[in-house]
Every structure is written in structure tokens, then in C-alpha cells.
T-cell receptor, first 111, second 114 residues
Framework: SQQGEEDPQALSIQEGENATMNCSYK?????LQWYRQNSGRGLVHLIL?????REKHSGRLRVTLDTSKKSSSLLITASRAADTASYFC???????????FGAGTRLFVKA | DTEVTQTPKHLVMGMTNKKSLKCEQH?????MYWYKQKAKKPPELMFV???????INESVPSRFSPECPNSSLLNLHLHALQPEDSALYLC?????????????FGEGSRLTVL
């Protein structure tokens, strides 16, 4: 069964707007990660937030984590057409070896 | 650019064929993974190797046979596959010591089973 569920499943915005994606998970975690996947290609690690952190920034990315609600959000500010991709949250288990991915959000940024 | 290299990028095979997917990394990672991804779905874990030993097998059918010849290489041997096995197969690697679970992925091998 999937650990993370994400919403929305798909998101279409104009260039320059902000995009927010949400992820929920079921069990306790050490950290939560976000990955990006361009169509038909490999996944790229974007950002990791530890369970004792509430917010983290990396460039135009902002990630929040609420362990009491078992949820996380990824905000991409000032989106660009090149941000068009699928975004997955992921949580590692079993000493970090078993990383389970959420269903993903497909983001489309219109130029 | 990815530091995990997968070959071939595309593979078409019949149900009676035997083929192999290959993965190589030179980041010194001692954990390597195979994931399977169907269209519009998240990657699903298949196998995990740690220090060249199989540590996780997610109940994958025996027609998929993994092999880790050394710390840099990971193979996935394919035999008697079914059309529903058509998917993108992703290899990944990660550190073991001080592990956060951050994965480094290859670009994948797109498999079509006829």
C-alpha cells in the first residue's frame, strides 16, 4: 500500500504563479523527501525535511512538514514552464532502504 | 546529469526472450535499487541490495532476477515476461552509512513486452 497520498493529482497554472502540492502519510517518519520527474525520465531529488523540522527552503522551493497531521506541502514560487513535471513525496522506511512514493502531482505550467 | 547510468534506454522483447537491464554508478554508494513504474503511477520498489547482498525483495515474480556483481553494478535479468510487465524500470543508488534514504536515479529503461 502506498504510504503517501498527494493532492491535487494534477495542477495547471500560468507561468509566474505559485504551485502548491500536498502529501499525506500514514506512519511515523524520520524524514520526508520530494522528487521531481520529467516525462518518462528518472526522478531527481529536490529537498529533504527531517521529522524535527517544520519548514525548509531551497531556491524557489518551500517545504513544510506537520507531523501531528502527518502531512507535508511543497510550494514552488514564481513557476516557470520548465517546472512542468510530476512531483512525488517519498518516505523512507526499514533503516532508509525502503522508500515509498506518493501517488504524485502532475504540474503543468503554461507559458 | 544523472550519475547513475542505465542501459538500454529502450528494450522490446517477446515473451520467450531472455534479456538484461544494466545499471552502473560510481558515487561509492553501497545500496542499489530496482523500481518499476507504470504510466501515471509512482515508482514501486522491487529489489534492494546493500553491500552487494539482496536485502529486500518485494515479492517480485521469479521471472525478474536481480544480480549485483560488484558495488558499482546492478543487473536485472528478464525471462518469460508478460505484456503487463511493460513499464519504465528505474535503477537508483544511495548511501548506507548515515542513511537518509535520498535516492539517486538513472534515466530508466523503457521495456515493452510483446
Amino acid at each position: 500500500s502506498q504510504q503517501g497520498e498527494e493532492d491535487p493529482q494534477a495542477l495547471s497554472i500560468q507561468e509566474g504563479e505559485n504551485a502548491t502540492m500536498n502529501c499525506s502519510y500514514k506512519t511515523s517518519i524520520n524524514n520526508l523527501q520530494w522528487y521531481r520527474q520529467n516525462s518518462g525520465r528518472g526522478l531527481v531529488h529536490l529537498i529533504l525535511i527531517r521529522s524535527n523540522e517544520r519548514e525548509k527552503h531551497s531556491g524557489r522551493l518551500r517545504v513544510t512538514l506537520d507531523t501531528s497531521k502527518k502531512s507535508s506541502s511543497l510550494l514552488i514560487t514564481a513557476s516557470r514552464a520548465a517546472d512542468t513535471a510530476s512531483y512525488f513525496c517519498a518516505t523512507p522506511f526499514t533503516g532508509g532502504f525502503k522508500t515509498i512514493f506518493g501517488a504524485g502531482t502532475r504540474l503543468f505550467v503554461k507559458a | 546529469d544523472t550519475e547513475v547510468t542505465q542501459t538500454p534506454k529502450h528494450l522490446v522483447m517477446g515473451m520467450t526472450n531472455k534479456k538484461s537491464l544494466k545499471c552502473e554508478q560510481h558515487m561509492g554508494h553501497r545500496a542499489m535499487y530496482w523500481y518499476k513504474q507504470k504510466a501515471k503511477k509512482p515508482p514501486e520498489l522491487m529489489f534492494v541490495y546493500s553491500y552487494e547482498k539482496l536485502s529486500i525483495n518485494e515479492s517480485v515474480p521469479s521471472r525478474f532476477s536481480p544480480e549485483c556483481p560488484n558495488s558499482s553494478l546492478l543487473n536485472l535479468h528478464l525471462h518469460a515476461l508478460q505484456p503487463e510487465d511493460s513499464a519504465l524500470y528505474l535503477c537508483a543508488s544511495s548511501q548506507v552509512v548515515g542513511k537518509t534514504g535520498e535516492l539517486f536515479f538513472g534515466e530508466g529503461s523503457r521495456l515493452t513486452v510483446l
